[in-house]
Nanobody, 128 residues
Framework: QVQLVESGGGLVQSGGSLRLSCTVS????????IGWFRQAPGKEREGVAC????????YYAESVKGRFTISRDNARRTVYLHMNNLDLEDPAVYYC?????????????????????WGQGTQVTVSS
């Protein structure tokens, strides 16, 4: 059974940091790209970052470039989203997802419809 489980969300002050984890089971993480998305209340789910099976390939939304870093540890079956300098635009439920392809969907990595397997999400809250 293919499963993705997010963890690491919580409450942090503006300017603070969090590290989210996406742990997978039921398939070999080493062969697949993983995307991170987020959805704030009343807003569409948006792509935040994606990392391919080759760790040299990663993509970021403009709104998080320079603040967020995506990484992977295949031995731990986990993809991380390191979030620094969090601001009041970042609170949302954060999800990881995969379409079980080796690369992030070219030019469409941030499109929700490109992914067919999702985790349940983890809440990130930022206080001023």
């Amino acid at each position: 059974q293919v499963q993705l489980v997010e963890s690491g969300g919580g409450l942090v002050q503006s300017g603070g940091s969090l590290r989210l984890s996406c742990t997978v089971s039921g398939f070999s993480l080493a062969h697949y790209a993983i995307g991170w998305f987020r959805q704030a209340p009343g807003k569409e789910r948006e792509g935040v970052a994606c990392i391919g099976s080759s760790i040299e390939t990663s993509y970021y939304a403009e709104s998080v470039k320079g603040r967020f870093t995506i990484s992977r540890d295949n031995a731990r079956r986990t993809v991380y989203l390191h979030m620094n300098n969090l601001d009041l635009e970042d609170p949302a439920v954060y999800y990881c997802a995969t379409d079980r392809a080796a690369i992030c969907p070219p030019r469409r990595w941030s499109y929700r419809a490109e992914y067919d397997t999702w985790g349940q999400g983890t809440q990130v809250t930022v206080s001023s």
